[in-house]
């Protein structure tokens, strides 16, 4: 006991520090942007916090100690941790990022688009069933421990791109650029059934109105529109975990293909 108690006295505190500021960075800037740890309505402490909790449980590699923080190297090492972190995080974004485009889509069909409220999240104008959806899929992300995989990928990003000089390769950028449109695919896919099945409604009413103009399609098809709707959502939002857990399958797939390419040495 007591050795144990003087080996932790006998830690040099400072150098540590120095060496596990780098990763740091890196996992911040990650923290920063993810879901969840993102939001505005968490206070900056409880971030910086977690970040340092995370470097103390990881196991980091060795730095080198030829690298200097207090230097146009350093700050030049500091900015490639942060776009790093920023691009992981933000690929983690485009899941969430393509259920709300879905809820914005499913909204505008029903005839709730100017159902909206503010949200620091999605925006000043975001609708009632977009933040639904959004609420259901942060927690089946959740269910699906993604934030493990998260933090398992944020520790093997340590060994695919090494904290150094070398610099991040373009054909990383080149695959988030690509990757990106999995925001609209996922969108369309997760409300084309309540769209067809709106769509059909529509057509339906407005063939309705070309038979019996007598007949008022306004008060008749709003409520109409609405209730199948709503009937539709609810098969919707129950098949939404296994098109959630389709959805981080890909993402997570796509996070280590842009890793590779950002710290590809060949080219």
């Known amino acids: 006991m007591d050795l144990a108690i003087q080996e932790l006295f006998n830690i040099d505190f400072f150098a540590w520090v120095r060496s596990s500021f780098l990763p740091f960075v890196r996992i911040f800037a990650l923290i920063m942007v993810a879901p969840i740890t993102g939001e505005k309505e968490v206070p900056s402490r409880i ?82 069933l977009s933040r639904l959806i ?51 695919t996922n969108g369309i896919m997760l409300a084309l059934p309540l769209m067809t099945l709106l769509l059909i409604i529509n057509l339906s009413l407005g063939l309705l109105n070309r038979i019996t103009p007598q007949l008022s399609i306004f008060v008749v098809g709003y409520p109409l529109t609405l209730f199948c709707g709503l009937i539709m959502l609810s098969y919707l939002i129950s098949s939404l975990p296994s098109f959630i857990e389709f959805i981080l399958e890909q993402i997570f797939s796509s996070i280590s293909q842009i890793l590779l390419y950002l710290g590809d040495t060949s080219s």
Not at 87 to 96: E, P, V
Not at 105 to 120: E, S
Not at 134 to 145: C, T
Not at 150 to 167: D, E, K, Q, R, T
């Open 47 to 128: 971030k910086i916090g977690l970040a340092i909790l995370i470097v103390i449980v990881l196991p980091l590699p060795q730095l080198d100690n030829n690298l200097t923080i207090y230097s146009l190297m350093g700050i030049w090492i500091i900015a490639q941790q942060i776009m790093i972190g920023i691009i992981i995080g933000f690929t983690i974004q485009l899941t969430f990022m393509a259920v709300r485009f879905s809820g914005e889509l499913i909204g505008m069909q029903m005839g709730l688009g100017m159902a909206t409220f503010y949200d620091p999240i999605g925006g000043p104008s975001t609708s009632v």
């Open 134 to 184: 959004n609420i259901i899929a942060l927690l089946i992300f959740l269910s699906l421990d993604g934030h493990l995989w998260l933090l398992y990928g944020l520790a093997n990003s340590f060994n695919i791109i090494p904290i150094g000089l070398s610099p991040l390769r373009q054909n990383g950028y080149l695959e988030l650029i690509e990757i990106s449109g999995l925001l609209f």
